[in-house]
C-alpha cells in the first residue's frame, strides 16, 4: 500500500534534483497534490496515511513526469496563482509573477478610492492585471488589448472563471490609434527582454514561454515602451497615469522616454529584489 504522504515524499524527492532545491520541490509538491488531486497541505498533514488511488497516482505522476522534462509548474498543471486567484495558463501566454503582483499593488494603492475607472491593460497575456484591477477598483471599467488571438481566449476564460468584467480585443499596439482621453488607467507590462541576455534565461523560460511576449531587438528595447507612452499621451485623461514593468537595464532611458513624450511625475522605482522594475508617469 503507497499513502498519499509516502506519495508526497516520492514526488518531493523525484522533483528535488530538478527544481534545484527541496523548498522549490515541496512547493510544486503542494500545489500538484492540491490542484490536481484535491489534497491540502492540512489532508496530507491529517489524512495522509490513507491510501492513494492508482488513479490518482497516475495523475500526480503525469504532471511531475511533465516537470522532469523541463516543463514549468505552471504549464504542467495549466494553473498560476496570482493575487490571491488562480489564473489559467498555457504557453501562449507568460506565467504571472510576484514582480507583477506589485505593479498591481502599485496602482489600487495610487487609486484607492475612486471609483468609475476606465483601465487599459496593453499586452494583458492571460489577463491577470486587467482582471485583478476589475477586481480591485470599484466599478472600473478595464480592457485588455493582445495581439495574440490564443492569448485573448485564455484572458477571457480568466475572466468568466473569476467573474470579472473585462473586455478584450485583439490590438497590435505598434499601429494602434489611440482614442482621446478615453482613460484614467494605462498598465502594461510588454516585451522587454532584450535579444542578447537570452542566454541568461532560465531553460524552463525559455523554451515554453512564449517568445513574441518576451524578447525585443538590441537595436530597439524600448520600442514598445515608446509606442505605449505616444498612444497614452493622447489615449489617456488629464491627470491620467501611465504604468510600466521594465527591464532593470534601463531605468534612466526610461525616464527620458516619458519626459520627452511631455509627461509628468516621472517615477522609476525598485521591485522587491532591489531591482529598477516600474515605471509610471502622469499626463499633465
Given at each position: 500500500?503507497?499513502?498519499?504522504?509516502?506519495?508526497?515524499?516520492?514526488?518531493?524527492?523525484?522533483?528535488?534534483?530538478?527544481?534545484?532545491?527541496?523548498?522549490?520541490?515541496?512547493?510544486?509538491?503542494?500545489?500538484?497534490?492540491?490542484?490536481?488531486?484535491?489534497?491540502?497541505?492540512?489532508?496530507?498533514?491529517?489524512?495522509?496515511?490513507?491510501?492513494?488511488?492508482?488513479?490518482?497516482?497516475r495523475?500526480?505522476?503525469?504532471?511531475?513526469?511533465?516537470?522532469?522534462?523541463?516543463?514549468?509548474?505552471?504549464?504542467?498543471?495549466g494553473?498560476?496563482?496570482?493575487?490571491?486567484?488562480?489564473?489559467?495558463?498555457?504557453?501562449?501566454?507568460?506565467?504571472?509573477?510576484?514582480?507583477?503582483?506589485?505593479?498591481?499593488?502599485?496602482?489600487?494603492?495610487?487609486?484607492?478610492?475612486?471609483?468609475?475607472?476606465?483601465?487599459?491593460d496593453?499586452?494583458?497575456?492571460?489577463?491577470?492585471?486587467?482582471?485583478?484591477?476589475?477586481?480591485?477598483?470599484?466599478?472600473?471599467?478595464?480592457?485588455?488589448?493582445?495581439?495574440?488571438?490564443?492569448?485573448?481566449?485564455?484572458?477571457?476564460?480568466?475572466?468568466?472563471?473569476?467573474?470579472?468584467?473585462?473586455?478584450?480585443?485583439?490590438c497590435?499596439?505598434?499601429?494602434?490609434?489611440?482614442?482621446?482621453?478615453?482613460?484614467?488607467?494605462?498598465v502594461?507590462?510588454?516585451?522587454?527582454?532584450?535579444?542578447?541576455?537570452?542566454?541568461?534565461?532560465?531553460?524552463?523560460?525559455?523554451?515554453?514561454?512564449?517568445?513574441?511576449a518576451?524578447?525585443?531587438?538590441?537595436?530597439?528595447?524600448?520600442?514598445?515602451?515608446?509606442?505605449?507612452?505616444?498612444?497614452?499621451r493622447?489615449?489617456?485623461r488629464?491627470?491620467?497615469?501611465?504604468?510600466?514593468?521594465?527591464?532593470?537595464?534601463f531605468?534612466?532611458?526610461m525616464?527620458?522616454?516619458?519626459?520627452?513624450?511631455?509627461?509628468?511625475?516621472v517615477?522609476?522605482?525598485?521591485?522587491?529584489?532591489?531591482?529598477?522594475?516600474?515605471?509610471?508617469?502622469?499626463?499633465?
Amino acid at each position: 500500500m503507497t499513502s498519499i504522504r509516502d506519495c508526497f515524499k516520492d514526488t518531493v524527492g523525484t522533483l528535488t534534483p530538478v527544481l534545484g532545491s527541496r523548498a522549490e520541490a515541496e512547493s510544486a509538491a503542494r500545489i500538484i497534490f492540491e490542484d490536481v488531486a484535491g489534497y491540502t497541505r492540512t489532508f496530507i498533514f491529517a489524512d495522509g496515511d490513507r491510501e492513494i488511488t492508482d488513479f490518482m497516482r497516475r495523475k500526480i505522476k503525469a504532471v511531475v513526469d511533465k516537470i522532469v522534462a523541463g516543463e514549468p509548474v505552471q504549464y504542467a498543471i495549466g494553473k498560476a496563482r496570482f493575487m490571491g486567484n488562480d489564473f489559467t495558463v498555457t504557453p501562449d501566454v507568460l506565467i504571472p509573477r510576484p514582480e507583477t503582483a506589485a505593479l498591481v499593488d502599485m496602482i489600487t494603492d495610487d487609486w484607492q478610492g475612486s471609483k468609475d475607472l476606465s483601465v487599459l491593460d496593453v499586452g494583458t497575456g492571460s489577463g491577470c492585471i486587467a482582471v485583478s484591477l476589475a477586481l480591485a477598483l470599484p466599478f472600473c471599467h478595464v480592457t485588455g488589448l493582445d495581439i495574440s488571438d490564443k492569448a485573448i481566449e485564455v484572458a477571457r476564460k480568466n475572466a468568466t472563471d473569476l467573474n470579472a468584467d473585462v473586455s478584450f480585443e485583439k490590438c497590435d499596439i505598434l499601429k494602434a490609434v489611440p482614442p482621446r482621453s478615453a482613460y484614467d488607467i494605462i498598465v502594461s507590462n510588454p516585451p522587454y527582454v532584450t535579444d542578447s541576455e537570452s542566454g541568461d534565461i532560465d531553460p524552463r523560460v525559455l523554451d515554453y514561454e512564449p517568445h513574441l511576449a518576451l524578447f525585443v531587438p538590441d537595436s530597439d528595447p524600448l520600442r514598445f515602451y515608446r509606442a505605449i507612452a505616444t498612444y497614452a499621451r493622447t489615449a489617456l485623461r488629464p491627470g491620467g497615469r501611465l504604468y510600466f514593468e521594465i527591464n532593470s537595464r534601463f531605468p534612466d532611458e526610461m525616464a527620458k522616454l516619458l519626459q520627452d513624450e511631455g509627461f509628468v511625475r516621472v517615477s522609476v522605482t525598485r521591485d522587491y529584489k532591489g531591482n529598477y522594475r516600474y515605471a509610471s508617469a502622469t499626463t499633465p
